[in-house]
């Protein structure tokens, strides 16, 4: 029985036919679906290659044959097998954390995200147990929240009516020991799914969005402008209504573009549709925006909110004007409910 066979025993992992819209009855009529459709395609393909090829090294020579475009997915798949295979394997290797600092780094801002797909198939108590270390980076240890909106993505692509048609939600848990945020963090994720769920039709998505509680849109809101950066697929004009749409949030979806470029720029590529985001959503270009990002990472942070949620504050204050489309938006130094 292969690695795969296994993997696929212990855990109810999709199949790369799961991901297909047609499957998830999702639209499929716009120019983007095929694009993606391949988005948890290679995620789920990453994760197979990830289950059955044991030296890291070859993992990543056998990744790295994948389109650019969808490159860092198969990585963040092939993370999640490998945080699995750390949790089954008995001399606790530490493989998911050599790989992301070994030949994985180029797709490091990934890395979590693929943590955060496995936490929906394995029990509450084992979260914290195989919480997997990353890496010693300042910088990437307050991505780890990223796990939660790959969580949140994962529920809301995979159970669709229960996430978002019911508009469920999760237990709050406390991760980094902090209860309060987690649902925050989910929301991004649960934002992402919503634009594969409406196959990146803006005006479906706001309308889902506003039926949300209040309190919750500006982190959805947050993954819309990650996904636009990051997949593209939409023309400006749409944006631009988008963003008149998210009113305040039109700040959110400035800092979820930012982090999809920098994590684009991180992995040495950058598509045409990271390059437009970054000048509309951005109001700037991507040499600009990665150096934002990176600035903003680095200055100390406070205590009382993670690390993670100063770090995008600081993103909404700096990358958008200060009334964009004639919305007041709140200062940097003021945060958020939660």
């Given at each position: 029985m292969t690695a795969l066979r296994v993997l696929r025993r212990?855990?109810?992992?999709?199949?790369?036919?799961?991901?297909?819209?047609?499957?998830?009855?999702?639209?499929?009529?716009?120019?983007?679906?095929?694009?993606?459709?391949?988005?948890?395609?290679?995620?789920?393909?990453?994760?197979?290659?990830?289950?059955?090829?044991?030296?890291?090294?070859?993992?990543?020579?056998?990744?790295?044959?994948?389109?650019?475009?969808?490159?860092?997915?198969?990585?963040?798949?092939?993370?999640t097998a490998l945080v699995t295979r750390d949790l089954i394997d008995l001399r606790r290797r530490h493989l998911a954390r050599q790989f992301v600092e070994g030949p994985g780094a180029p797709h490091a801002y990934m890395a979590y995200v693929g943590y955060g797909l496995l936490m929906p198939r394995l029990p509450r108590f084992l979260w914290r147990r195989c919480t997997p270390n990353l890496g010693d980076d300042a910088v990437l240890s307050h991505l780890t929240w990223l796990a939660a909106d790959g969580y949140g993505f994962d529920g809301a692509f995979f159970q669709t009516q229960r996430w978002i048609d019911r508009q469920w939600r999760p237990k709050p848990y406390s991760w980094e020991g902090d209860s309060s945020y987690f649902l925050r963090a989910v929301d991004q994720g649960v934002g992402r799914a919503l634009y594969f769920v409406n196959d990146a039709d803006l005006e479906a998505i706001a309308h889902r969005i506003e039926r949300m509680d209040k309190a919750r849109r500006a982190d959805m809101w947050s993954g819309i402008g990650a996904a636009i950066a990051y997949l593209g697929g939409v023309a400006e004009s749409d944006i631009r209504t988008a963003q008149r749409r998210a009113g305040p949030a039109v700040a959110d979806m400035a800092q979820g573009a930012a982090f999809a470029?920098?994590?684009?720029?991180?992995?040495?590529?950058?598509?045409?549709?990271?390059?437009?985001?970054?000048?509309?959503?951005?109001?700037?270009?991507?040499?600009?925006?990665?150096?934002?990002?990176?600035?903003?990472?680095?200055?100390?942070?406070?205590?009382?909110?993670?690390?993670?949620?100063q770090w995008r504050r600081r993103l909404r204050e700096r990358l958008t004007p200060p009334t964009l489309l004639g919305v007041d938006r709140q200062p940097a130094d003021q945060p958020r409910g939660a």
């Open positions: 212990i855990l109810p992992v999709p199949t790369q036919a799961d991901a297909l819209f047609a499957r998830r009855g999702f639209p499929t009529s716009a120019p983007i679906t095929s694009t993606l459709e391949q988005v948890g395609v290679q995620v789920i393909r990453g994760f197979e290659m990830g289950a059955d090829i044991a030296d890291i090294d070859d993992l990543a020579a056998a990744l790295d044959h994948i389109d650019p475009f969808y490159r860092s997915l198969a990585y963040e798949g092939a993370v470029i920098k994590a684009r720029a991180h992995a040495g590529y950058l598509p045409d549709c990271s390059v437009s985001a970054a000048r509309v959503l951005c109001n700037s270009d991507v040499d600009a925006v990665v150096a934002v990002v990176d600035e903003a990472s680095t200055q100390p942070f406070g205590t009382g909110e993670p690390g993670y949620e």
